[in-house]
């Protein structure tokens, strides 16, 4: 079983759906990130976490730490948001990574 | 402020051979990690240096290894290169404890 476990592993969506990511761990861990690779490779931090709750524009991630769970939203979606979304745990200094959530919109 | 630069962003070695990938983080960031990223494996930490120091080590053979100058700059060697070390390297920069700042990538394939 992967410490971390992101769901689902593939979405699809109309221009304007709510759309929620989740993530599951089961280490300890110091701080929570939600990251986006977009094709071509480069990756992008979108938030770190390690509490509660943090809202970038459309974007809202939230953390329960005795759940071990935290979830990504993106309110009122776009086609731009197409991407890769990974979530990584920092355990002991390192990263763990989840095996990322394809997010496709389509206009 | 300039981002995290990587270079060379592609590069075809063979089997064998070994490869040396460089990385320039942001101005005043001096934690410098490295991460693997295959299809089968996703991604997967390396290492980190700190002060030109490594702080952190992933699961890899002895075969990958990095360092750190006082610039802050960083270089991951690979050794007698495999296959299966084809793959997107990436490095990422942060001041202390703040978030980590990604480059682009190189990409890696053996033949």
């Known amino acids: 079983k992967n410490e971390v476990e992101q769901s689902p592993q593939n979405l699809t969506a109309q221009e304007g759906e709510f759309i929620t990511i989740n993530c599951s761990y089961s280490?300890?861990?110091?701080?929570l990130h939600w990251l986006q690779q977009h094709p071509g490779g480069g990756i992008v931090s979108l938030f770190m976490?390690?509490?509660g709750k943090k809202k970038h524009g459309r974007l809202i991630a939230t953390i329960n730490i005795q759940e071990k769970h935290s979830s990504l939203h993106i309110t009122a979606s776009h086609p731009r948001d197409s991407a890769v979304y990974i979530c990584?745990?920092?355990?002991?200094?390192?990263?763990?990574f989840g095996t990322g959530t394809r997010l496709q919109v389509f206009p | 402020k300039a981002g995290v630069t990587q270079t060379p962003r592609y590069l075809i070695k063979t089997r064998g051979q070994q490869v040396t990938l460089s990385c320039s983080p942001i101005?005043?960031?001096?934690?410098v990690s490295w991460y693997q990223q295959t299809p089968g494996q996703g991604l997967q930490f390396l290492f980190e240096?700190?002060?030109?120091?490594?702080?952190n080590k992933g699961n890899f053979p002895g075969r990958f290894s990095g360092r750190q100058f006082s610039n802050s700059r960083s270089e991951m060697n690979v050794s007698t290169l495999e296959l299966g070390d084809s793959a997107l390297y990436l490095c990422?920069?942060?001041?202390?404890?703040?978030?980590?700042?990604f480059g682009p990538g190189t990409r890696l394939t053996v033949l």
């Open positions: 990422a920069s942060r001041r202390s404890t703040d978030t980590q700042y």
């Open positions: 280490v300890g861990i110091s701080a």
């Open positions: 976490l390690s509490s």
């Open positions: 990584a745990v920092l355990n002991t200094d390192k990263l763990i």
């Open positions: 101005s005043g960031h001096r934690s």
């Open positions: 240096y700190f002060s030109e120091t490594q702080r």
